[in-house]
């Protein structure tokens, strides 16, 4: 005979597979540092793709001014500039991203931990038929 209850939670667990769970569980299956770090590890090399094409299109945007005052200004002051420029670029998307990923690495643990709970209570409910 069905037991209603079984039925609607394996249908509520199912349900959470096939859409949320499928990223969840691969989150779960890293560490905290280990997620957190590989995701903000991407997102620099990201920023820095992005900035390097900010950059050129800014620097070729009028070529031939910058070519023409290229001889008139300090280079190393033009390339500390650049740097420093960067590593705020840089360093803002980085915190931005961790912060991102800790709220997601977080939310999908606590969700995972209902999910697993779930699981357990339908096991039990078979076993204690």
């Known amino acids: 005979m069905l037991n209603e209850e079984r039925v609607i939670l394996m249908t509520k667990l199912a349900s959470y597979e096939a859409n949320e769970g499928k990223k969840n569980i691969a989150i779960g299956n ?47 002051e033009f390339g500390k500039n650049v740097l420093i420029l960067y590593a705020a670029v840089v360093g ?28 357990k209570k339908l096991s039990n409910m078979y076993s204690n038929k």
């Open 92 to 119: 803002g998307y980085a915190v931005i991203s961790y912060i991102v990923y800790a709220y997601r690495y977080n939310r999908a643990k606590k969700s995972l931990k209902l999910y697993y709970m779930n699981l």
């Open 30 to 76: 890293y560490f905290r540092g280990d997620y957190i770090g590989w995701q903000v590890l991407k997102s620099i090399i990201s920023a820095t793709i992005a900035f390097v094409v900010v950059f050129a299109m800014y620097i070729f945007y009028d070529f031939e001014v910058f070519m023409m005052d290229i001889y008139k200004m300090d280079l190393l």
